[in-house]
């Protein structure tokens, strides 16, 4: 099986920082791309930001983190980061990481997702 595991979450003050990480193991032939999502109370699950493992790495933000956030890879480690500066209260949210990858049990590509780790930020 296909397990992603996150790491980082917690509160923080207005301003503040935080670093998510989340590492991919198992059954894996190879990942295409991992990010970032959240859902906050009442509101649909959005994507935060993606990376490629492969093609050069290349990134996606969400509009409202852009100059924020930071994603990125340790591909020998099949792990994501994401680096979170000047945290607002609208950032509170549950982050989920998410990886499409190549299952070696199924031989599908597909959507994997983390069980996601708590973001809060309030004074």
């Known amino acids: 099986q296909v397990q992603l595991v996150e790491s980082g979450g917690g509160s923080v003050q207005p301003g503040g920082s935080l670093r998510l990480s989340c590492a991919a193991s198992?059954?894996?032939?190879?990942?295409?791309?991992m990010g970032w999502y959240r859902q906050a109370p009442g509101k649909e699950r959005e994507s935060v930001a993606t990376?490629?493992?492969?093609?050069?790495?290349?990134?996606n933000y969400a509009d409202s983190v852009k100059g924020r956030f930071t994603i990125s890879r340790d591909n020998a480690k099949n792990t994501v980061y994401l680096e979170m500066n000047s945290l607002k209260p609208e950032d509170t949210a549950v982050y989920y990481c998410?990886?499409?990858?190549?299952?070696?049990?199924?031989?599908?590509?597909?959507?994997?997702w983390g069980q996601g780790t708590q973001v809060t930020v309030s004074a």
């Open positions: 198992g059954r894996i032939i190879r990942i295409n791309a």
């Open positions: 990376i490629t493992i492969t093609s050069g790495g290349s990134t």
């Open positions: 998410n990886a499409y990858l190549l299952d070696s049990l199924s031989i599908r590509w597909g959507d994997y």
